[in-house]
């Protein structure tokens, strides 16, 4: 799910906007097949990976994780660490 997720955010998003150039490197996805979605998705500053520069790929994607992807690909400013528990 998750795979196929990054797949179409990716596809949506190049379509739709220009890529930035983040110094995120997520220390766990070289060599995958998903590589180029997820780092694509890094430099669009969509996804960022968890704050030990993994992005967990075998990991369940969780509905706040969604919610944070869709609305950051939408342009939404979303802080995770205001406690808006409730928001999504």
């Not at 890529?19 to 979605?37: H, N, P, Q, R």
């Not at 960022?48 to 400013?77: C, H, M, V, W």
Request: proline share 1%; aromatic share 8%.
């Amino acid at each position: 799910m998750k795979k196929i997720f990054l797949l179409i955010t990716t596809i949506v998003m190049l379509s739709m906007a220009t890529i930035s150039f983040a110094a995120v490197e997520l220390t766990d996805i070289a060599g995958t097949k998903y590589e180029e979605a997820v780092n694509c998705l890094v430099k669009l500053e969509v996804i960022n990976g968890y704050q030990d520069s993994t992005f967990r790929p075998e990991n369940k994607i969780t509905r706040a994780e969604i919610a944070k992807i869709l609305l950051t690909a939408k342009g939404e400013k979303v802080d995770l660490t205001k406690g808006n528990a409730g928001y999504f």
